[in-house]
């Protein structure tokens, strides 16, 4: 079984501590303000209250002893570092750590982390994505111009068989799977026709799928 | 085109108001602090520094015109359920607000928000599986038992070609593509050898890839 100590619990490490303990893992969560603790404690192995700067306390913690620690700290870029310094003098090899602009994320990795996160970017992109393909259910941004996208069918698509479609041709995507009920047909024919409420799964362009959404 | 106001430029809502306008559609972006906006002026279409709480204000510059509102203001709840409120007595439609507790967001629903979206959370989920699932960096579960993966090489698949690796008979997983760089190779053939940092694609169940990450 692995162990991660999670340190900051704003919104980010929370919800970081709570999935890992569900899935099974063993989790240390820690923050210095007592009231961010108490939420965790029913979910996750052992909650401490300390300031994670101090590298004493950390030890006495036994953090040392983790197999990946995740720094959540974003307002304070100071501390956000320092953390990370005490968790490498600790000799804690996975670190993932957050970071708030490129440059601290630079600043990050230079410094040994093992992987640098980006959560609310990463996530304004998916949502601004959604809110101009209309259609779009998911996303999974592959290049600045690519990505794999999971689409409702556009009305103008239903009873027409992918041959008729020329999807790569009209479009610029590949269709990967399409996904009826809880069935999914993989590789699709150019025989195989599409019903109402199927969803696509296409690997294509951004502007390709923005033209196909408007449909 | 459509109109979107972007309110709160903080880390979410910058990169909301920079993605929209990257993929060309008209952006204003709001908030009352002028370094937030002043950075983003060179992407977007038009931007203030109000107090979004301020409806004269908001008035004036325009607001109640737009298709779709952004808020993003997150550590004052109060100012986020204001500006909402604001928002809606302009005769706004179509509003997507960040919500910090799930309260608050049954509360930002209650009073008419079109969608309410937690980055932090959703990003939290994201990265915790892909720290159990070694080496997953994104995924689209598509079923209960399928998904799409985007995972990073295994040590072993380095100078293989796919039709040695017989990704479909030994881990039940079709390849979609491998990204290379900023090259995407859509659709790979048999003969195609993968190589050290590629990025794969695949389309299988997860336990197929939880058995094939662990190689
Ligand atoms: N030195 C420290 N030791 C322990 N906990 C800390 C320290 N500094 C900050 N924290 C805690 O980290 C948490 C997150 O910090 P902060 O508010 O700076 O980040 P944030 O990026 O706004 O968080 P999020 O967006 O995830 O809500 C807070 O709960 C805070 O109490
Ligand atoms: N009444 C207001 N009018 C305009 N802008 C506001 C108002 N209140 C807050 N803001 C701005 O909203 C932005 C985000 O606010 P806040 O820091 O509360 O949210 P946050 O959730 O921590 O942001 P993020 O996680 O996206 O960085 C800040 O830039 C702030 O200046």
Sequence with gaps: KKT?????LGR??????????????????????????????????Q?????????????EAGIANVDVAIVSIGQNVEANLIVVMVLIDLGIKNIIAKAVTPLHGKLLEKIGVTRVVYPER?????????LLMKNVLEEIP?????????????KSFVDKSLKELQLRKSFNVNILAIRRGNDL???PSGEDKIKEDDILL?????DGIIKLTRL
Tied chains: 1, 2.
């Design 185 to 187: 047909i993989i590789n």
């Design 142 to 154: 592959l290049t600045p111009k690519h990505g794999i996208f999971e689409i409702n069918t556009p």
């Design 4 to 8: 991660f100590a999670v340190i900051g």
């Design 47 to 59: 909650t401490y209250i300390l300031d994670a700067m101090d590298e004493k306390a950390m030890k």
């Design 122 to 130: 990463d996530m304004a992109i998916r949502v601004s994505h959604s």
């Design 202 to 206: 296409l690997l294509g362009t951004n």
């Design 12 to 45: 980010f490490g929370f919800h970081v501590a709570k999935t890992l303990a569900e899935l099974g893992a063993e989790v240390i969560a820690i923050d210095r303000e007592e009231e961010n603790v108490r939420e965790l404690s029913d979910f996750v192995t």
